[in-house]
């Protein structure tokens, strides 16, 4: 069954849902990033359907996250890699593997970590910094209204954060 599209959902995180797709995609990202970069190769670490990999694939393509290249060595080969959006990404995977780790297994128990290449150590926890790199809790955060937010997002604004002003929910 096809899911709504959210092209018309003013939110940063609908956009970015939009443009990865679905869970398989995050999964293909994972490995993309970290060396896979053939269907086969895919389809093994995975286990995943052909059909569901090849529309995952071609979604990632068309949405500027991967590319599909020849192999210059074998030109029967097709090589998915990640562009710098899908590069970008990478804070997205490593939060969710965080969490994860610490709520599905106990980050004792974890199966896999994201790690330093260099020292080959988990990383730390990923947090949100103010600007000045205080870290930040739920109570420290607030939505705000971008520039260009609708009229209708405005209304949505004001009654969700009661009557915040343009800039201020």
């Known amino acids: 069954m096809k899911r709504k599209s959210f092209d018309d959902i003013e939110c ?6 939009e443009r990865v797709g679905d869970v398989w995609a995050f999964l293909v990202l994972r490995d993309a990033l970290f060396g896979v970069d053939t269907f ?13 990999l090849s529309v995952c ?24 890699r990640p562009e ?3 590069e970008e ?5 490593a939060a969710l593997s965080q969490w994860g780790n610490k709520w599905a297994y106990g980050k004792k128990s974890a199966p896999s970590y994201v790690a330093d ?6 990383i ?13 809790k739920l109570r420290d955060l607030r939505m705000i209204l971008g520039p260009s937010g609708s009229p209708k997002l ?16």
């Open 154 to 169: 405005k209304r949505a604004f004001a009654h969700l954060f009661d009557g915040a002003d343009e800039g201020d929910a």
């Open 40 to 52: 086969e190769g895919y389809r093994q670490s995975l286990g995943i359907s052909r059909n569901t």
């Open 117 to 122: 290449q260099r020292k080959a150590k988990p």
């Open 12 to 17: 940063g995180i609908a956009q970015a849902l």
């Open 84 to 86: 710098q959006p899908g």
């Open 57 to 80: 694939l071609e979604r990632l393509v068309e949405n500027g996250l991967m590319s599909r290249r020849t192999d210059p060595e074998d030109a029967r080969r097709v090589i998915y």
């Open 89 to 93: 990404l990478i804070v997205v995977l």
């Open 124 to 136: 730390q926890d990923i947090a949100l910094l103010d600007e000045d790199g205080r870290k930040l």
